[in-house]
């Protein structure tokens, strides 16, 4: 009876670690203080790196500084009579970057224009979401899916900033903005802002991390190392 109640116990166990490890992560990432570190980091950098930029776009790109109210916001339906005419624009690299001014009352690429408190509501779940995957998706020594978590977080809080501040969000970037269409249209109209490409490359990093770790879970599993067993 007592060899079959240690086979018990130790199948049970064997399937909660594998169940654990089936998910990729470990409880020891919400105690590791690198971990945190680089996940804290990319959000504060990235939060400050989106806000410093547009604020210095709206107050240095115009020949004086535009100020949003955020009760005009509200009370217009065309946000372009809130900017200077012409908007201003500033040739970085020619036929590759544009800075101009434009407020957004949309997400990235414009889409969902007029749903602000919908894009605020989507941003807080989708910081809880992203935090729940640092903490429960990740192991202490994945620390390019935490500076990508980080990278999703901080840029979303960077535009929820701008939605709640000015009912808009603030963008000035316009990549390719000479390139065409055959039919002559735009191929890429779209102006957006620091928070929009870190958000994008968040998810790309996210997304690879995944991958990369779904594939290591296919391939035969090798002898632990030291540093395996000790994050186990």
């Not at 690198?34 to 930029?53: E, G, K, N, Q």
């Not at 012409?86 to 101009?100: E, F």
């Not at 999703?152 to 808009?168: F, T």
Request: glycine share 10%.
């Amino acid at each position: 009876m007592s060899c079959r109640s240690e086979s018990t116990k130790a199948g049970v166990a064997s399937g909660v670690h594998g169940s654990a490890g089936a998910f990729g992560g470990s409880q020891s990432t919400f105690r590791s203080r690198r971990a945190w570190i680089v996940f804290l980091t990319a959000i504060v950098l990235s939060l400050v790196v989106d806000l410093l930029t547009k604020e210095w776009a709206f107050a240095r790109l115009a020949n004086a500084p535009v100020t949003i109210d955020r009760s005009q916001v509200l009370a217009t339906s065309d946000l372009h009579l809130l900017l200077p005419q012409p908007p201003p624009r500033v040739v970085v690299v020619p036929g590759l970057l544009d800075l101009t001014l434009v407020l957004n009352p949309g997400a990235v690429f414009g889409l969902g224009a007029g749903k602000r408190w919908f894009f605020i509501f989507f941003t807080v779940i989708a910081v809880a979401v992203v935090t729940w995957i640092f903490w429960k998706g990740t192991r202490p020594r994945d620390w390019p899916a935490h500076l990508a978590a980080g990278l999703i977080i901080g840029s979303g809080l960077g535009n929820l900033y701008d939605r709640v501040l000015y009912a808009c969000v603030r963008d000035f970037l316009h990549p390719l903005p000479q390139a065409r269409w055959p039919g002559g249209k735009p191929l890429w109209p779209y102006v957006s802002n620091v928070a929009d490409a870190l958000l994008l490359a968040g998810i790309a990093g996210l997304l690879l991390f995944t991958w990369r770790r779904d594939a290591s879970e296919d391939m035969p599993a090798g002898p632990k190392t030291n540093k395996d067993r000790a994050e186990s």
